[in-house]
């Protein structure tokens, strides 16, 4: 079983579609991270968590650290929404020693 | 502002021949780096991170080997390249988080094709 499990691994929606993401860990972590990762290969860290929840724009994520699970929501999806999302979580002090999970591939229909 | 270069962004190379990535970070003084690979159809893995110069640690045994000869600059190199060795290879860079700001900060990425 890997340590970081998200789900869905795909997910397709329509414009304007509310669309949640799920990401469950098994290990004691300091911090959770978002990132999005487009199809070009780069990637953006979206959101960095250790307790409760954070918006930014359309893109909501919340954390829960005693069921450890994080959720990341996009209100009124749209077609560049289109991408890869990563969960990953930082166990140790160092900030770049991320364990990744497998990723979420949306799609968004116009 | 701070800027994270990255390069070739794609590369075929000869299985045994040799490697070198470079990535450079701009704006920023003693950063973390950090090497991932992301193979075909798997997850982001942590390879290699420096705290500073001259200072390699290694998360995974592998064909791969690392430097940092300046603060800002960390080099990937293989001497004898795998095909397992595929994939894609993004640097990042990191500095202890300021209030509001964004911990982590990912290169382009380089994708290559080991044949």
């Known amino acids: 079983k890997n340590e970081v499990e998200q789900s869905p691994q795909n997910l397709t929606a329509q414009e304007g579609e509310f669309i949640t993401i799920n990401c469950s860990y098994s290990v004691g972590i300091s911090a959770l991270h978002w990132l999005q990762q487009h199809p070009g290969g780069g990637i953006v860290s979206l959101f960095m968590l250790s307790s409760g929840k954070k918006k930014h724009g359309r893109l909501i994520a919340t954390i829960n650290i005693q069921e450890k699970h994080s959720s990341l929501h996009i209100t009124a999806s749209h077609p560049r929404d289109s991408a890869v999302y990563i969960c990953?979580?930082?166990?140790?002090?160092?900030?770049?020693?991320?364990?990744f999970g497998q990723g979420t591939i949306l799609t968004v229909h116009p | 502002s701070q800027t994270i270069h990255q390069w070739p962004a794609t590369l075929v190379q000869p299985v045994g021949s040799p490697l070198s990535l470079e990535c450079t970070v701009e704006g920023t003084s003693n950063p973390n780096l950090y090497w991932y690979r992301q193979a075909a159809g798997r997850g982001l893995q942590l390879l290699f991170y420096s705290v500073g110069i001259g200072q390699i640690s290694s998360e995974v045994p592998q064909n791969l080997s690392a430097s940092r000869p300046q603060d800002r600059q960390f080099i990937l190199s293989s001497k004898k390249l795998l095909l397992s060795d595929s994939g894609f290879y993004l640097c990042?860079?990191?500095?202890?988080?300021?209030?509001?700001?964004?911990?982590?900060?990912f290169g382009s990425g380089t994708q290559l094709s080991v044949l």
């Open positions: 990953a979580v930082r166990s140790g002090t160092s900030y770049g020693k991320l364990t």
């Open positions: 990042a860079w990191s500095v202890f988080p300021r209030r509001g700001g964004k911990e982590l900060f």
